[in-house]
């Protein structure tokens, strides 16, 4: 993928590498490999526990060396929706479109982890793109977010036990300090939101933020808004002023993955 399709055209291929996530060791041996080649982002799972695999919040640091090695080598941890092998359901039997339109709360999901796990603390250069999530849910979720940790912090921080039928369930994940925890400083710093068609999420960018989000396409998937990728951003964004549409449009993008965007190709006459 590196050496091959990414450069055969530098600019508009930009590498994202897989790893071994069975083995945090190999893992790091594998982004330090591919980061000498040009890579620029590592796939992540959104929730590894149905993959067998031990959550962000392991008490023994299972993930730390490969998420340390992602940050100093200045790889974008990127998760999907999907990539723990499950999808979100409503209900057993809820019909397949309905579960579908429910996807975004597990994107929202995967932020709120990642903003009360502590890893932004102990990993502060550690950057983390949620592809094909959408962003209108930001604002609600981590105004919540903020009203649990202002009401609910001092609680948590002793360690009294919020519902003794919770089965184990943490009160506070490995190293966080919810004294010092801001979240949405946390996610002005540390996380991107992607979304291919979001009207909510752009009326509400004051909250979001212009400099926090990605337009994609998800060409070739159904979701996707080609051939009309360009007209529909330009529905949704034109109103917004220059800088503000460049920084979603491509922006942002070059920023968070470092790279000189290539020339299109000439159409011919």
């Not at 080598?73 to 999808?87: A, K, P, Y």
């Not at 400083?185 to 068609?197: A, L, S, T």
């Not at 933020?209 to 034109?238: C, F």
Request: charged share 20%.
């Amino acid at each position: 993928m590196i050496d091959d399709w990414c450069a055969s055209a530098p600019g508009r291929f930009i590498p994202l590498i897989i790893v071994p996530l069975w083995d945090p060791a190999l893992a790091v041996a594998e982004i330090e490999r591919t980061a000498a080649m040009g890579a620029r982002a590592v796939a992540f799972s959104e929730n590894p526990a149905p993959l067998g695999l031990p959550t962000i919040h392991d008490r023994s640091g299972y993930w730390m060396p490969m998420l340390q090695a992602a940050a100093d080598n200045e790889l974008v941890v990127c998760m999907h929706i999907g990539s723990s092998s499950q999808l979100p359901r409503i209900s057993p039997d809820a019909p397949v479109l309905a579960n579908k339109s429910f996807g975004a709360t597990r994107t929202a999901g995967a932020a709120l982890e990642w903003l009360f796990s502590g890893i932004f603390q102990r990993v502060p250069a550690l950057k983390i793109a949620l592809s094909e999530g959408s962003v209108g849910w930001i604002p609600f979720f981590l105004q919540t977010a903020k009203q649990v940790l202002d009401h609910h912090r001092g609680w948590a921080q002793r360690g009294v036990v919020w519902d003794p039928s919770a089965n184990g369930e943490a009160m506070v994940s490995n190293g966080v300090d919810l004294a010092e925890l801001d979240v949405w400083k946390d996610y002005r710093e540390h996380i991107f939101g992607c979304f291919i068609d979001d009207e909510v999420g752009v009326a509400l960018l004051d909250y979001v933020g212009a400099d926090n989000v990605m337009i994609e396409t998800d060409y070739p998937h159904a979701d996707s808004t080609w051939p009309g990728s360009r007209k529909l951003a330009r529905q949704r964004l034109g109103h917004l002023p220059e800088e503000v549409q460049y920084k979603i449009m491509r922006g942002n993008a070059e920023r968070l993955f470092r790279f000189t965007p290539a020339q299109p190709p000439a159409v011919p006459a």
